[in-house]
């Protein structure tokens, strides 16, 4: 299983710090999401992030700084994502393509996940997959056991909401591959950084 982490939405104590511990420990993917940062502020907090790490990261706002840094790709939230015609969406995938550049989204229900069409997303998080952590109250509507049905998107499924070191096997027992983890390690503070190995280490468990 292949984990991911999300920044926590606000600014933490030390968070460059911990962001580049964190892909020292083996971290392969970031997605920056600070949905209250100015344009500025989104990109001076990338770039104090050590560059040998950009190519790791997904952003989630300010797409034109793909131009100037040399990033993983581009999420479009559930929102922005719809305000894209079908047309759009796969021009602007074909474009990040040639680009060398991913592109990712989010549904929070089944219903609009075959809604999406082929050949538009690297990959989506579904969520919530359990109760989320950071988020108090906000636990899954639906079962997202996708292990019957992943197959029939050209896109990777990545779980979201909940996913802890308690947690990952019961993801892997709904089919996921992937899953991406947010208030389990920011909540650890300083100590982010040796949680997140764990959750490494158990995700190479369940491989084997």
């Known amino acids: 299983m292949k984990i991911r982490l999300l920044t926590h939405p606000e600014l933490l104590t030390d968070e460059i710090q911990l962001i580049n511990a964190l892909f020292a420990e083996g971290l392969a993917c970031l997605n920056l999401r600070k949905p209250n940062f100015t344009a500025q502020q989104y990109e001076d907090f990338l770039a104090q992030i050590d560059a040998q790490y950009h190519p790791k990261i997904i952003l989630h706002d ?9 990033v993983q ?3 479009l939230g559930e929102a922005h994502r719809r305000s894209y015609s079908p047309e759009a ?19 929070h229900e089944r219903a609009t996940l075959d809604e999406l ?7 989506i998080f579904v969520s919530p997959v359990f109760s989320s952590i950071s988020k108090q109250g906000y636990g899954p509507k639906e079962d997202w056991t996708i292990s019957g049905y992943k197959a029939q998107y050209d896109f990777s499924l990545v779980g979201l909401g909940g996913i802890d070191l308690d947690s990952l096997g019961a993801a892997a027992e709904k089919g996921f591959e992937e899953v991406g983890a947010l208030g389990s390690v ?16 158990a995700c190479q468990a369940l491989l084997s």
């Open 117 to 123: 069409a082929p050949n538009h997303f690297d990959y």
């Open 62 to 70: 300010h797409y034109k700084l793909c131009d100037k840094y040399k």
């Open 89 to 107: 969406l796969l021009a602007l995938r074909q474009k990040l393509q040639k680009a060398g550049l991913a592109l990712g989204s989010s549904v």
């Open 186 to 201: 920011w909540l650890k503070g300083e100590a982010a950084p040796a949680y997140f190995a764990k959750m490494l280490a």
């Open 73 to 75: 790709g581009i999420h």
